[in-house]
């Protein structure tokens, strides 16, 4: 169906002059939104920079009576998303009783949560297809798929696993903190306001489990008092690497991340601020609000499930048709399958209900071989 062009708006004067204005001056973005309330944002890696921020001291006790810090703790499955990877929640074991005790049900009368998670069923199809995809490249190319030791091989392997449209959950933590902004974004000497107050702003802080006890728990070791997590301390997230002359860039500055523990003198009363203008910063605000911890039911995660892993299903079937016959799939010999480059966005657009759509989010990941120094202490007293 062809799109009908709209008529353009007919402004006065001023109108077109104040319209026209905010128009030529738009930021640019290339990711989605990774939360759905903007007054509850999410920090954003910043490129080759240091961050001071301050964690909130909202504490729980732990299954052991242990004291830990409040966070969302989702068990995230990575999709792919034509050239994108978003995030979406695991719903394996989780359960939706209403107060008599009975399943809460969808409008079709299925329950909403049912214990079992289809994404988590279905991570089996792309495995399958990699190792399809490995073997029939490799013969092809008269090679040993499981000789680890070729970088031709390597390289097919790597290029397969990765490339899988759904992978296994991973836990990933979500907690809040505050960012306070400094001079040159060096982390060192704070931003005032005109009314010399410090310029600070609560955001979600996300980051794989994985890393958090790479990055986060080396450091708290380190600290004087021993804390057993973050809550009630300072810190400098120093993403700074030497770039070798090349551009710096978001993925290299989240591999170097440096947690590095902050001593700020007679900070009581800031500390009890930020407390008190994070009280609302909840596990269940962040499943709420960030988008890659939302919440969808077993239906949804279904359709979702089954649409994107149509193709691959199919390209298995068609892998074995060849590998059956001996016709090769990678010069349709016989056969003429492409796999639609944004089939995973069509399955979340025709899955998903919530009208929100989950993004990748980038964290501190990966290996880091550098070690952080810690800076002089600051005197943020009010």
């Known amino acids: 169906m062809a799109i009908r062009r709209p008529t353009p708006i ?19 973005t290339r990711s989605a939104p990774k939360s759905s309330d903007p007054n509850f944002p999410v920090f954003e890696i910043p490129v080759n920079k240091r961050v001071l921020v301050y964690v909130p001291n909202h504490v729980v006790m732990d299954a052991n009576g242990e004291p830990t810090l409040r966070m969302d703790e989702p068990l995230l499955h990575a999709v792919q998303d034509g050239k994108r990877f978003m995030y979406i929640r ?31 069923d279905g991570t089996d199809v792309p495995w399958d297809l990699a190792n399809l995809t490995i073997k029939q490249k490799c013969s092809k190319m008269n090679l040993d798929p499981e000789d680890r030791n070729n970088n031709t091989v390597k390289g097919i392997r790597s290029a397969a696993f990765s490339g899988r449209v759904l992978k296994e959950a991973n ?39 994985s ?30 690497y030497d770039t070798k002359g090349k551009d710096a860039n978001k993925r290299d500055s989240a591999k170097n991340l440096k947690v590095i523990g902050k001593t700020i003198k007679k900070s009581e009363k800031l500390r009890q601020a930020f407390d008190k ?34 193709q691959p299903r199919d390209m298995i079937a068609l892998l074995q048709a060849a590998e059956s016959t001996g016709k090769d799939v990678s010069t349709g010999d016989g056969f003429n399958l492409v796999p639609p480059e944004d089939s995973g966005r069509a399955a979340l657009e025709d899955g998903m209900k ?18 952080g120094s810690a800076d002089d202490d600051l005197d943020l007293s009010l």
């Not at 982390?187 to 979600?204: C, F, Q, S, T, Y």
């Not at 609302?280 to 960030?290: F, G, I, L, S």
């Open 171 to 209: 836990k990933y933590l979500t907690f809040p903190i505050v960012v306070i902004e400094t001079e040159n974004d060096e982390g060192r000497v704070p931003k005032m306001d005109e009314n010399n107050n410090l310029i600070a702003h609560p955001m979600w802080y996300h980051i794989s489990e």
């Open 10 to 28: 007919k402004l006065t004067a001023n109108q077109s002059k104040s319209l026209q204005k905010q128009l030529s001056n738009q930021p640019t």
């Open 90 to 120: 695991c719903t394996k074991d989780a359960f939706l009783k209403d107060e008599d005790g009975n399943d809460v049900l969808d409008a079709n009368g299925k329950p909403l949560f049912d214990g079992t998670c289809p994404l988590c």
């Open 354 to 371: 919530k009208g929100s759509t989950a993004v990748a989010q980038m964290d501190e990941t990966d290996e880091d071989d550098a070690d």
């Open 277 to 310: 203008m994070t009280e609302d910063w909840t596990p269940e605000k962040a499943m709420e609000v960030v988008v890659s911890n939302q919440a969808y039911t077993v239906s949804d995660l279904t359709d979702i499930a089954d649409k994107l892993l149509e």
């Open 211 to 240: 890393q958090y006890n790479e990055k986060w728990l080396s450091t708290l070791e380190g600290l004087e008092d021993e804390p057993t997590h973050p809550g009630g301390h300072f810190f400098v997230l120093n993403y700074t």
